[in-house]
């Protein structure tokens, strides 16, 4: 099988002739996008061969001009939808550009879409519950537009770009961030939004980020996509769970908060353990968020190898 074609049997919930991986890392890189960027992306991808190339960025959303944050509520006044082919958008899309034609082969490419919670804490330094509470209309019609602009940056990723769709990470969706109520009133529908503009993908992962997750309350973003992909060993619930409770493809296995401490041995029975769990079926093995930069290669080589083996794989 291609990897494409693994990939696409995932999804469907069969088995492929080995189940398909993934794995990824905070390049750390200045500027977060341009060639140095497409350079350490296709660097890591012929490194480690994943079936699922996860393009790991982080571009800021650009803001009026003497900007760096919203200290006020009234701040998200001077918010504009940001169009996907202009500043940062459009040097991102460029650089997906380069690395979808220079990797030459039929690997789906997925670029990072940073949910609406994430990207607004990033524009109000942490402070967007508190600036909700102070003004919710002006900063609800913000959030609204920055919705929007993420809607259009993901359609054109998808369309124009070469993606096969996004990896959404969902921030704020926790019970340590705020009550499920709160996040399914206001931000569950932007988010839904901001992931409707890759509608035209056909490999599509929401990312639940965080620790005692609002799981059930989810679903209806995790069911908007292909794989739902979440802290399975580090935070629960097991893989299992969400391929009983709906029909996507699971993404995880392996634990990125220990793999760095991790012989690769032990990586290698994280890996046989979730083909054991999934039969090898509707699953892509994966850390369960970003990998500690400074992993030893030997670590994030031993997932392919053991992907190889088919340890725990059915059929």
């Given at each position: ?31 977060e996008s341009g060639e140095g960027f497409v350079r350490a992306t296709l660097d890591f991808y012929r ?37 996907p082919d202009m500043g940062a958008f459009g040097e991102q899309l460029r650089s997906l550009r380069h ?174 353990d979730a083909l054991a769990q999934t039969g090898g079926r509707g699953v892509i093995i994966a850390p ?28």
């Amino acid at each position: 099988m291609t990897k494409a074609e693994r990939v696409r049997a995932a999804l469907a919930g069969e088995a492929p002739d080995r189940a398909p991986f993934s794995l990824w890392y905070h390049f750390r890189h200045e500027p977060e996008s341009g060639e140095g960027f497409v350079r350490a992306t296709l660097d890591f991808y012929r490194a480690y061969e994943p079936d699922v190339l996860k393009v790991m960025h982080d571009t800021p959303y650009e803001l009026p001009v003497d900007m760096p944050v919203f200290e006020q509520p009234e701040d998200w006044k001077l918010l504009g939808v940001n169009p996907p082919d202009m500043g940062a958008f459009g040097e991102q899309l460029r650089s997906l550009r380069h690395i979808a034609e220079h990797k030459n082969d039929d690997t789906p490419m997925l670029d990072t879409l940073y949910s609406v919670f994430a990207v607004a804490q990033k524009i109000t330094g942490g402070q967007v519950l508190e600036q909700l509470d102070a003004e919710p209309e002006v900063v609800t019609s913000g959030l609204r537009r920055l919705a929007a602009a993420l809607a259009g940056y993901a359609k054109a990723a998808v369309e124009d770009a070469g993606c096969a769709g996004v990896f959404l990470a969902v921030s704020g969706a926790d019970a340590q961030t705020m009550p499920a109520a709160r996040y399914e009133e206001l931000f569950l529908p932007l988010d839904r939004l901001a992931l409707s503009g890759a509608a035209g993908g056909w490999c599509n992962i929401v990312h639940l980020h965080g620790d005692d997750l609002h799981a059930e309350m989810l679903l209806p973003l995790v069911e908007q996509a292909q794989a739902v992909s979440w802290s399975d060993r580090a935070a629960g619930p097991g893989l299992a769970h969400f391929q009983q409770r709906t029909a996507r493809c699971v993404v995880g296995g392996v634990n990125e908060r220990r793999i760095g401490g991790y012989a690769p041995e032990q990586v290698r029975a994280e890996v046989a353990d979730a083909l054991a769990q999934t039969g090898g079926r509707g699953v892509i093995i994966a850390p369960g968020c970003a990998v500690p930069t400074e992993t030893p290669p030997a670590n994030l080589h031993a997932i392919k190898e053991a992907v190889e083996a088919g340890v725990g794989q059915s059929g």
